[in-house]
């Protein structure tokens, strides 16, 4: 199982950033797949995450910012942010776990992780 993440980058606040992740090795159809944060000097937390038949679940934070999708034909999983703040700087991940989305606060429930793609939100 391989996660490559893309799309990250420099915006201002107020600002807009598509990511993307790019999923192989696997029928994607059957993980549950998610967006995960890891700000400077913080721990990794969960943003958004998708179901295998589409049912999304966001941090109350982005809610009405970040959309989450899936593409299970092409193996992307798209993350689109608006109205970026400062605190959404961080390096973003792409997850997988197979079944059932596990609770986002369970970091070590998710199986698979991608390298990472930086996002930095300035003034």
């Known amino acids: 199982v391989q996660l490559v993440e893309s799309g990250g980058g420099s915006v201002q606040v107020g600002g807009s950033l598509n990511l993307s992740c790019t999923a192989s090795?696997?029928?994607?159809?059957?993980?549950?797949m998610g967006w995960f944060r890891q700000p400077p000097g913080k721990k990794r937390e969960g943003v958004a995450a998708?179901?295998?038949?589409?049912?999304?679940s966001y941090k109350d934070s982005v809610k009405g910012r970040f959309t989450i999708a899936r593409d299970n034909a092409k193996n992307i999983l798209p993350l689109q942010m608006i109205s970026l703040k400062a605190e959404d700087t961080a390096m973003y991940y792409c997850?997988?776990?197979?079944?059932?989305?596990?609770?986002?606060?369970?970091?070590?429930?998710?199986?698979?992780w991608g390298q990472g793609t930086q996002v930095t939100v300035s003034s």
């Open positions: 997850a997988a776990t197979a079944g059932a989305c596990p609770p986002m606060r369970y970091i070590d429930l998710w199986s698979y």
């Open positions: 090795g696997y029928t994607s159809e059957r993980y549950c």
């Open positions: 998708i179901t295998s038949d589409g049912k999304t």
